[in-house]
């Protein structure tokens, strides 16, 4: 089992910055593979970035890429997202997922595990 809680959340005006953190539980949290996804307003979940366990190998959305920066520091148990020059289209509750394996799955379903979400609003 692995418990995830999100934070870093808030309400930032276009083109500001903003970093999100999700700290896991467990002993083995290297050998997940981590992933962040969105859902605004009347919209479904989708995917926003993933990283294998040895924080190597990543993978962006088209929608974020080149802004937004996903890491992990596995002594602390913890992933990471970099957002940069927000905009208003990335308003969304955006929640971390966990994986076990080497898949950087695009997909909601392809987690086990999932935060209880943080809200990210970009407005003026």
């Known amino acids: 089992q692995v418990q995830l809680v999100e934070s870093g959340g808030g309400l930032v005006q276009p083109g500001d910055s903003l970093g999100l953190s999700c700290a896991a539980s467990?002993?083995?949290?290297?050998?997940?593979?981590m992933g962040w996804f969105r859902q605004a307003p009347g919209k479904e979940r989708e995917f926003v970035a993933a990283?294998?366990?040895?924080?190597?190998?990543?993978y962006y959305a088209d929608a974020v890429k080149g802004r937004f920066t996903i890491s992990r520091d596995n002594a602390k148990n913890t992933v990471y997202l970099q957002m940069n020059s927000l905009k208003p289209e990335d308003t969304a509750v955006y929640y971390c997922?966990?994986?076990?394996?080497?898949?950087?799955?695009?997909?909601?379903?392809?987690?086990?595990?999932w935060g209880q979400g943080t809200h990210v609003t970009v407005s003026s």
């Open positions: 997922a966990a994986r076990s394996g080497v898949v950087l799955s695009t997909t909601s379903t392809g987690y086990n595990y």
């Open positions: 467990g002993r083995t949290f290297s050998s997940y593979v």
């Open positions: 990283i294998r366990g040895s924080g190597v190998t990543t």
